[in-house]
């Protein structure tokens, strides 16, 4: 299973448009986005199964469109 996937498009896409329209609110996003990966290893669906580096390179992908979402008015 590959690192990054389509399904980090998607992620970079939902976190840059939060990022864009709620800047510097970072505690929401952490709670968010790290609490929606664990939320993944409980749901049953295919999606959801991935490997640990997966989800780690979807969190960093979340803060790097989340960031680049800060970045624009």
């Given at each position: 299973m590959a690192l990054f996937n389509?399904?980090?498009?998607?992620?970079?896409?939902?976190?840059?448009?939060?990022?864009?329209?709620?800047?510097?609110?970072?505690?929401?996003?952490?709670?968010?986005?790290?609490?929606?990966?664990?939320?993944?290893?409980f749901l049953p669906f295919k999606?959801?199964?991935?490997?640990?580096?997966?989800?780690?390179?979807?969190?960093?992908?979340?803060?790097?469109?989340?960031?680049?979402g800060n970045l624009f008015k």
């Open positions: 389509y399904y980090s498009i998607i992620h970079f896409a939902i976190w840059f448009i939060y990022g864009k329209y709620f800047k510097k609110n970072w505690p929401l996003f952490l709670f968010l986005s790290v609490g929606w990966e664990i939320i993944e290893l999606f959801a199964v991935e490997i640990f580096e997966n989800k780690i390179s979807d969190i960093f992908i979340n803060v790097l469109g989340y960031i680049i």
